[in-house]
């Protein structure tokens, strides 16, 4: 739902609103240019929502408030989050903003127990299956070597567990293969630790060894104490509840015979 | 020569740890390292309150776990030393019996 607001004096402010992994958001910002290029990028995630959290972007600070919730700065970019509303500063382009909404998105999947993961997700038979590893394992091209339509994500996956499932969302940031991301879910079928190989071969992985697969593929940017024992938390149950594998993996797509059902 | 101070241990508050699989996985926030313990070092590692010195955390070894008194320590003061190095576990003075 995009829609021009009242002149906040640096020109009309417009807002769209979108959700991600069924966290509502709502952007408003002044900059014409910025509003035209996000709201492009996140066509396939824009929604009419309700409850969404509003996010100002370049509204300055307000005197009113001083002490945030949580914080972040990224090249010069600084998410401020209050209770009250989020506000994003020093957003000058698509990638600044696209930076911050991941970090905002971590954290706030925290309490709502799940959290972003550098992992291609492709939906086969109504079941998502996650594939992580590091740049250049192979996400992207097992984005590529599925069916349109398949691919939630081919770069960061949101990952919630919800009535005691764990689904897997897609999300709007993409890598390589450029998928625009599919604002889907579905319940995981397994996560699979990317490994290139001669042969396509799975093994499966015991709690410790998924953990130690997802800790460093996760984007979390909170150093308080609190929030990451919440994360560890959270991991731990996806490591005891969801199958892990590694996925020694040739890069064709004949890799899918050797996924379990 | 006088001996060294006795000191207790205590876990960095500023880690976080989870017990899963029948071990103890603790992450350091600053640096995202993660650290694992086996199943005597996840023993110490619960028995570690800020409480205790190593001689103390080596006789509940040698209460749950068959190993001889000397190996007990020894192996203690080796694991303690170890997460000491890794900012793991911090050495705190022994206060418990002195007079204020």
Known sequence: MNEPLANSGRGHRQQFELSIGCLPFRLQMSDAQLFGAASARYAAFSDAVAHPITIALNEGTDPGVTLADFGYELEGAVLRAFSSGIRFDGVRNQYALDSLLRVLLSWQLLSRRGFLLHAATIVRNGKAYIFTGRSGAGKSTVASLSPEGSVLTDEISLLRREDGVWRAYGTPFWGDFRAAGSNTSAPVAGIFRLLQAAENRVEALRPTAILRVLLPNVLFFSTEAEANRRLLEILCEAATEMPGYNLAFRKNAAFWEVLPA | ?100
């Open chain 2, 1 to 100: 020569m006088s001996s060294p101070a006795p000191v207790f241990w205590q876990k960095n508050p500023a880690l976080a740890w989870r017990e899963i699989d029948d071990e103890t996985v603790i992450i350091s926030p600053n640096d995202s390292v993660m650290h694992e313990l086996n199943d005597t070092g996840s023993f110490l590692w619960k028995n570690i309150d800020g409480n205790k010195s190593a001689a103390e955390l080596a006789e509940l070894l040698v209460q749950n776990y068959e190993v001889a008194p000397d190996v007990a320590l020894s192996d203690t003061q080796s694991l303690l030393e170890e997460m000491s190095s890794r900012k793991l576990v911090l050495c705190v003075p022994a206060t418990s019996g002195v007079a204020p």
